[in-house]
């Protein structure tokens, strides 16, 4: 069940978080222009205000305060002091609709009620204080417009009773748990209510006036479809609300912190991997590995098996299942077994047709493995940073007859990321030194294959932050240093191409925020700015699209036609990153018709994650699904 506010679809996980303005801007139109400009900022989707005609809401003798109780009297002072008129509200209503935002009111009398229909006001909002105002409440269901009821100062059945009232009216309603204190201690809040208010109603959320926004955040990891707090410029004006408002930096916390929440809270059907923690278990958690060298066709018995980190072969709860097979291949001391060896049959690799280069990624270790079954037209050497202090000849002979392609290091000794953009200059100078290895490293590979002329380095440039994106304005700065860095290397006969990133990558075993080469609109300015080409990683863009919520279709087209270079592996959700082509959301054939058109010869490799594994099974696999398509 959900109720429809404008654009807004309430009760499908996503909270509708209102800024209660109320009467806080204190009678001045100017200041409600600013609170809704900063609710803006901190990410409400609403604001609200409210409209009264005093005299339909309070006695005569309330307004002439002849002998009415002190409490009574102070908030009809201030009531008549900070009314906004009903031109100021279509004015505002007006600047919300330009600057979309949503404007809603809370009419306390049915001349309000009036005005607000004229102004063609979305949905309607009532106060604690009119919840069992039943006239009131049946000239609001005629409207057919959505209902947002706070229950504040109500009993149960009082609750139960309007509720069963609007529903014979036949209207859409939420209901809102509320404490009208203001503001609101934290042992009368009962925010376990909530529980009992959704059996009641199906709709439900929370309207508070306590201090802070712990509260809040509870109310929305408990189901809350609707956030309301009231909004300040100052919480020491003037006027009751002041004191149980949030100021807009702790409003937009309250927000960030919600959306947060929303993400957290996942779907809760079941256990799954997220891309960190198949990181980690990579890294981390414990395989089964021989623990003699045994030959192909030799039965594997539990003197052949240890278990020992990392966590790149197969599981060890596979022990029992491992033992009686026939191992496939011949295997070293300490070789990790994989899914492959328990079943009858692998893919193995063979030549491929293609109309562009292919390749697959190796590290000089599994080169010559590699090297001895296949013929592509290129490999991508994938270094480490303890791979840049080995010695070619130690692994490779030459010469070659293909191509090859290097993949730089993201991290370096002594745990530094690469980063030729960071405002940390000692940094950047590490990581000039660095690069400029890497390049005389692709320098020194050329000779063993003489057929390449112009070797691609593949480089994640830096960029990132830990724990926040960075405002769009100072982006241009971080492409600055960059391209000093680029003017510091020594690139003569190399070719260094960024990699297109996904917005959340991956350090340490840890999510960090990428800033650089994500949007279209910076690579395509910056690599016509620096004369760069890109190297197109499928998954990485299509991570990014989905975030941004952008055609991936579309970035295809637009990068196309500087791409040097290909990554290609499927994507799904936010990190579903270098899935097996068919095991994630995109449509090969059609990218591999805009490839051919923008991108005819740029070379490929399957990034497939731990396609290396099984002697290589995930990327012939990937290969295969390819073929024809590109």
Known sequence: MALQIGTFTIGTGRAFIIAEIGNNHNGSYELAIELIDQAIEAGADCVKFQMRHLDKVYRKRSLNKAGEDLGSEYIVDLLQRFELTKEDHQKLKNYCDDNNILYLCTPWDEDSLAILQDMQVKAYKVASADLTNSPLLEQLAKTGKPLILSTGMSK???VEQTTAFLKEKGAAFALLHCNSTYPAPFHDINLRWMEGLKKIHPIIGYSGHERGIAVSLAAATLGAAIIERHFTKNREMEGPDHAASLEKAEFKQMVDGIRQIEEALGT???RSLSQGEMINRENLAK???TAKP????????????????????LAPHFYDTLIGKTAKRDMAFEDFFYPADLTDGTVQPRDYAYARPWGIPVRYHDYASFEKRLSPDFYEFHLS?????LKLEDYLDGPYACDFVVHAPELFAESRLMDLATPDETERQKSIHETQRVIDITRALKAYFPKTKRPMIVANIGGFTMDAPLPQNEIAGYYER????LDQLDRDGVELIPQTMAPFPWHFGGQRYQNLFVKIEDILHYCSKLGLRMCFDISHSALTCNHLGLDFYEFAEKIAPISAHLHL??????NGEGLQIGDGELDFDRLGTILKKGCPNAPF???IWQGHKGQGEGFWIALEQLEGKL
Not at 482 to 485: G, T, V, Y
Not at 569 to 574: E, N, Q, S, V
């Open 569 to 574: 592996g499927d994507a799904k959700g936010l």
């Open 294 to 313: 045994i030959s192909q066709g030799e039965t594997i018995t539990k003197d052949h098996i240890k278990v020992r980190s990392p966590g790149q072969g």
């Open 287 to 289: 395989s089964l590995v």
């Open 156 to 158: 149960t059945e009082e």
């Open 385 to 389: 940073y303890s791979d840049m202090d």
């Open 605 to 607: 490799i399957p990034e």
């Open 268 to 270: 809760g059907v079941e």
């Open 482 to 485: 960059f391209a000093q860095s």
